[in-house]
């Protein structure tokens, strides 16, 4: 038997919520970005959720969207990471320390 | 009226943005200058198409890109934000070890997502533009990929920027789920119809305003910013302190405005917003004031001035905000514009010790750097002055005396430390050697064209002020 539309939309908002705790918590660049990535897969399910229950389409749309933007901070959110990695052999959040005043 | 004419700004920067990648794989890395020429020409098409279609009204894909007087003013300021960028950039990406190519398509790129993000008044569009945007600009902030500091800006920017794109899809679906529809006007309607909105919704457009004040830079959510303005390179740094600022405050204005003319939305959103502005005046000024680095002087300016434009957006005075818009893209460029002058081939003096004796070894770009600084602070007779006037008045037209007079505290407080530089160039003796290379045509006519504006404006505001009441009668 498939849960009510509901059950998703609580799903959703607990997966949110851990997704901003490990934001928080975490402190290398990798996990981080993983955290940000459970919060847009939490946003998606919102909306599948949603529009079962409204019965509406564009839900199902947005979520195409969502899922290609995600693809595209992918790129460049590794790319960078990898860039950060090659100069100071770490991506560890508390090493990026060169700016501050 | 639908026509396909309505997309042509857009295609025009996109298609140019392609033929600048595509160019750039056949040319040599030593002379890629012609590169920035055809950028240019692209944004120059760009601000003939925009000419053309205005009084049009023309949309597209359904009404959802409407290109209406407000977002062709708005795109017509992108449009020169992009030109000023692209110069300043010519000479400076080969100085500073960054490569021209990508600078140029990346800059076309994300004035795409800002003219996306200002035409629309649909969620889903409004997303898509703003991850255009974003997307462009963490790779631009990266771009001298041999600098510890731009990289690490880079990281910072992207990490807290999708963390708040993550807010954005969560407030977008609840709000989708209470009222049915991506439109704003549906949102609107249950807002307005006195029904209010069910609390989901209301924490829906919490959650999307705390993604929008994360792309403004509005405390409590500015953290990243000085530290990514400051790292970025600096024609960057100009891009980002006024585009994204200008587009999330346009969405700001079109969403909001219906919204706090209605009592419990007022009650709600309108005291939360200005105990914001009032906390990001005084937190950029404030943190301004014990700078010894310029360049994060000025970040933490653009930080304060975002406090005074969303004095404007509560006040809902349409007209001031976008003057203030376009004054502040004018003196702001100037400024950072000086700063990407005071470099030579690996250097950039960015400490308030290297603008030590300016004054004598540079008079010209001391004096222009002064008038920039001076129209920050808000000093009659430059535009500044004017831009700040227009704000604070309209604030208290409308019954907002406390959040004028706090407005008026705070840019007291911001004249110390731009009068500071001031002291620094004209009364101090010279320490370092700050020897620069002064053979930069493109950038000094970027501050010839900043100086002209900040002027021009400054004494003859009458014309564009009547072009910016026309604009906005008629959506307002």
Known sequence: MIPPPAAFFILAAVLFVLGVLAFFVKKDLLTQFMAVEVMLNAGNLAFLALAKSLGKAEGQVIVLFVITVAAAEAVIGLAIIVLIFRQRKTVQTDELKDLKG | ?476
């Not at chain 2, 490569?99 to 790129?109: R, S, T």
């Not at chain 2, 795409?112 to 035409?119: D, E, F, W, Y």
């Open chain 2, 1 to 476: 009226m639908t026509t396909f004419m309505a997309l042509a700004p857009l295609l025009t920067v996109v298609f140019g943005a392609l033929v600048v990648l595509l160019l750039e794989a056949f040319m040599k890395r030593a002379n890629r200058e012609p590169l920035g020429y055809v950028a240019a020409l692209a944004l120059l098409a760009a601000g003939f198409f925009v000419i053309r279609s205005w009084n049009r009204d023309l949309d597209y894909f359904g009404g959802r890109l409407v290109l209406d007087r407000f977002s062709l003013l708005l795109i017509a300021l992108f449009v020169i934000l992009g030109l000023f960028v692209l110069l300043m950039g010519l000479k400076y990406a080969a100085r500073q070890g960054m490569n021209l190519g990508e600078f140029c398509g990346l800059v076309l790129l994300a004035v795409a997502g800002l003219m996306i993000m200002v035409s629309s008044t649909d969620w889903l569009v409004v997303f898509l533009g703003l991850e255009v945007l974003s997307v462009a600009s963490y790779a631009l902030s990266g771009l001298k990929k041999t600098d510890r500091t731009s990289s690490e800006a880079a990281a910072k920017y992207f990490l807290m920027g999708s963390f708040a794109g993550a807010f954005f899809v969560f407030g977008l679906a609840l709000v989708f789920g209470t009222s049915g529809s991506l439109d704003f006007s549906t949102l609107l309607a249950g807002g307005v119809s006195g029904a209010g909105l069910a609390p989901a919704g209301a924490v829906g457009l919490g959650l999307i305003l705390a993604a929008l004040s994360f792309k403004i830079a509005i405390a409590p959510f500015h953290m990243w910013a000085p530290d990514v303005y400051e790292g970025a390179p600096t024609p960057v740094t100009v891009f980002l302190t006024v585009g994204p600022k200008a587009a999330g405050l346009a969405v700001l204005f079109r969403l909001l405005v219906p919204l706090l003319r209605n009592e419990p939305f007022a009650a709600v959103f309108g005291s939360a917003l200005s105990l914001m502005a009032v906390l990001t005046m005084f937190a950029g000024n404030l943190a301004a004031l014990r700078q010894r680095s310029v360049k994060r002087m000025l970040a933490y300016s653009s930080i304060a001035h975002s406090g005074y434009l969303i004095v404007a957006v509560i006040a809902g005075d349409g007209p001031s905000l976008v003057f203030y818009l376009v004054v502040y893209l004018f003196m702001n460029a100037g400024a950072f514009s000086v700063l990407a002058a005071m470099s030579r081939k690996g250097v950039e003096y960015t400490a308030l010790d290297d603008f030590a004796g300016l004054g004598r070894r540079y008079p010209w770009l001391a004096a222009c750097l002064s008038v920039f600084l001076l129209s920050l602070a808000g000093f009659p007779p430059t535009a500044g002055f004017l831009a700040k006037f227009y704000v604070f008045s309209g604030a208290v037209r409308e019954g907002h005396v406390a959040l004028a007079v706090a407005a008026v505290l705070a840019s007291l407080i911001s004249v110390a430390y731009y009068l500071k530089v001031i002291v620094f160039m004209y009364m101090k003796e010279d320490q370092g050697e700050a020897a620069i290379d002064q053979e930069n045509p493109a950038l000094y006519l970027v501050i010839f064209l900043c100086l002209f504006g900040v002027v021009q404006l400054g004494l003859w505001p009458g014309n564009l002020l009547a072009l910016i009441r026309q604009a906005l009668s008629a959506a307002f």
